[in-house]
C-alpha cells in the first residue's frame, strides 16, 4: 500500500505502508514460489480497502518511494543494445 499527499502535476513521493493484514483475511493459494507457499491478504470491496488503508497509516511507515531526477552520463546515453 501507498499513500501519498495531495498535489498537482506530476507525484514525486509516496509513503510506502505497513500491511499487517488480519488473521482471519489471510488466504492461502494454490502456488508455490521455489519451496515457499504463497499468501495473499484478501480485501473484498473498496470501503474494506479503504478502511484497510486508513488502519495501516495510523503505523509507521515501512519507508518512502521517491522519483529520483533523471540521471544523466554515459550509461543513458548509451545505444539500445537490442
Known amino acids: 500500500l501507498l499513500s501519498r499527499q495531495p498535489k498537482e502535476g506530476l507525484v514525486t513521493r509516496f509513503t510506502v505502508l505497513q500491511h499487517r493484514c488480519p488473521r482471519e483475511k489471510m488466504r492461502g ?12 491478504c484478501s480485501i473484498n470491496s473498496r470501503d474494506e480497502l479503504l478502511e484497510f488503508a486508513r488502519e495501516m497509516a495510523l503505523l509507521q511507515p515501512q519507508g518512502e518511494l521517491v ?6 552520463g554515459p550509461d543513458t546515453q548509451a545505444p539500445d543494445p537490442s
Not at 508455490?32 to 499468501?39: F, G, L, M
Not at 522519483?67 to 544523466?72: G, I, Q, R
Open 29 to 40: 493459494l494454490d502456488v508455490r514460489i521455489d519451496i515457499a507457499p504463497v499468501e495473499c
Open 67 to 72: 522519483l529520483s531526477p533523471k540521471e544523466k
